[in-house]
């Protein structure tokens, strides 16, 4: 069996399409365009390219974008104040601070400093709150864009085995919950599952959100199974997914490669949930 390589360049691409004709609406009725302001502490090369690229997204479908640097020797109190601050201003719709952030500061401080209403990560306690109980909220970005990419492959969830390996407050978890929320059955793996591979092989849908490159190999994937790979790992000959994709291509009926799987779809879905935002800080609009 041949897998079908899953493109996320060109659903995430739909993505954008979509949500650029709805900023355009908004806009009309609301009078404004939604705002996203982003926060990056230090001065990281690849988080630079990642906030970069989301500046560049939000120009694209027409909305506005404010971006704030600090120094990486800024302290705690500092990015808390800048939070609330945003948190506060009528004019922003969605605030993202860059994590990792440095030593000095409490990431978990942080997360909990944002406006939940303006929480374009889905990571307050709030939203994530909102979300184990099946109610409307700001979900994660990435998990969002897992969701979209098995909506747009058609694939039938409710009733389906789904085994989602890895249990971060990032990906696993709320994927999990996205998945069991569709009426799947899921099974949530980490480094101390037992037999991984054979637990892996039940699955109708198997999710790798673990960080190990090539973890998981022929053996983990059941004949016939749609797979989706969230690991981006940096190696010597470039980047690689938690799944070993020439072999698992061989054995599922769908799977998404990496680079141009779920990573083009993480920043799709910020603009989504950018809009979502503004929506309900302006109803009606």
Do not use: W
Not at 51 to 77: F, N, P, Q, W, Y
Not at 121 to 128: E, R, S, V, Y
């Amino acid at each position: 069996m041949a897998a079908r390589v899953i493109d996320g360049k060109a659903v995430a691409a739909a993505v954008r399409a979509r949500v650029r004709g709805e900023v355009a609406a908004y806009a009309e009725s609301a009078g404004r365009t939604p705002l996203l302001a982003t926060i990056l502490v230090g001065e990281d090369p690849a988080s630079q390219i990642y906030i970069r690229k989301k500046g560049e997204a939000c120009e694209e479908v027409g909305m506005r974008s404010v971006h704030h640097g600090l120094d990486a020797a800024t302290g705690e109190a500092e990015l808390l104040a800048l939070v609330r601050e945003l948190g506060e201003d009528d004019d922003v719709d969605g605030i993202l601070c860059q994590l990792p952030v440095p030593d000095q500061i409490d990431e978990n401080a942080v997360v909990a400093a944002i406006e939940p209403s303006k929480d374009v990560d889905g990571l307050t306690p709030q939203n994530a709150g909102l979300l184990a109980h099946g109610e409307p909220g700001l979900v994660p970005c990435t998990p969002n864009g897992v969701m979209e990419l098995l909506a747009h492959e058609g694939v039938e969830l409710e009733g389906a085995e789904a085994v989602v390996v890895g249990r971060s407050k990032l990906v696993g978890v709320p994927v999990a919950r996205l998945l069991l929320l569709a009426n799947a059955t899921v099974t949530t793996c980490h480094s101390r599952t037992r037999d991984l591979a054979a637990v892996c092989r039940r699955a109708d849908v198997l999710v790798a959100a673990v960080g190990v490159p090539r973890l998981l190999g022929a053996d983990a994937v059941k004949p016939g199974a749609v797979v989706i790979d969230v690991g981006v790992n940096r190696l010597e000959d470039g980047l690689a997914g938690d799944v070993d994709f020439e072999a698992a291509a061989a054995v599922a009926s769908a799977i998404t490669p990496v680079p141009g799987g779920v990573g083009p779809m993480t920043i799709a879905m910020l603009l989504a949930n950018t809009l979502q935002a503004a929506r309900a800080r302006a109803p009606g609009a």
